[in-house]
């Protein structure tokens, strides 16, 4: 077969194919995203507001992700996560979920200890979609 013809062969499975893969993978966010706010609202919403009126225990984290650790601006941190000196990358805040006292020693942040990683990454997936 010459390359043309090949070409005229694989263009029309391969392509609508690509489209299929980025169709699924923006279904799967947005599942991911879902499950995500009800992990959220199961471990963190009862301390993390996600809306800049309402005041929480927690700071605010809408928009964490990308956001220097200990920089919301008008919130009481420790002193440990204040001078922690991090941005808060996805994998930051998994590690965080998983055992936030030994990433950051002395902060006052209560251990809570998601450490199922399909959990985790629900949950950042859902803070990433409210961090754009
Ligand atoms: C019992 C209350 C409580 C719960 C539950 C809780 N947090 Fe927190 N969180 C805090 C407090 C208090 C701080 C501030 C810690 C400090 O200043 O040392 C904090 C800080 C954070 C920060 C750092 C934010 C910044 O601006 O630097 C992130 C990220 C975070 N929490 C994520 C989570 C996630 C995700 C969950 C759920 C899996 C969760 N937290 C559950 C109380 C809580």
Redo the contacts with the bound molecule.
Sequence with gaps: MKAKHIAAAVIPVVVPALFATVAFAGEYDAIKTAAGAEF?DK??H???SVDADRAS???L?TG?VG?A????EG?P??D??SNAGFV?TKGA?RA??EDNDAL?PG????H?G?SDPTVQDF?VTY?ASISE
Aim: hydrophobic share 50%.
């Design positions: 959220f471990e963190c009862r301390c993390h225990y927690g700071p984290l964490v956001r650790a200990g920089t919301f919130y941190y420790s440990a996560l808060w805040i965080w979920m950051v902060t006052k942040m209560r809570v998601v949950i803070l």
